[in-house]
């Protein structure tokens, strides 16, 4: 099984970023506790900051990848291009938030992409991304 990871707009921060939010560990210090947890799952991992990318990353693996991790920050809340490129593809994606979005400012209680995913995980703190990994191995099943 193939897996991306593909995190949005200042997720490269994490670990620095609103600590209080987003905890003090980075993707990168995550990512090998996550892979070790599935070694029978191929889990990869993509960032950008910019839109078009996040897009042109998802259409290169939507369509041969058994499944996909997407946290779009900030571009959940606004991006009706990702919403229709979600719904073009093959593989499933799972909308993941490491904070309850729906605990915060209330621009955040709007995705534009979650219509387009099969699931949506928020809530709990980086565990978000095993949870959505876990999902997607269960529905490959």
Known sequence: MKILIINGPNLNLLGVREPGIYGTSSFEQYLPQLQAQYP?????????????????????VGFTYDGIVLNAGAYTHTSVA??????????????????NVHQREEFR?????????????????????????????????
Do not use: T, W
């Open 40 to 60: 029978d799952v191929d889990i990869e991992y993509y960032q950008s900051n910019v839109e078009g990318e996040l897009i042109n990353k998802l259409q290169e």
């Open 109 to 141: 209680h709007q995705s534009m992409i979650s219509a387009a995913c099969k699931g949506v995980i928020c809530g709990f703190g980086l565990d978000s991304y095993r949870l959505a990994v876990s999902a997607l191995r269960a529905s490959d099943k």
């Open 82 to 99: 990702l919403h229709d490129c979600i719904r073009s593809l093959k593989s499933p994606v799972i909308e993941v938030h490491i904070s």
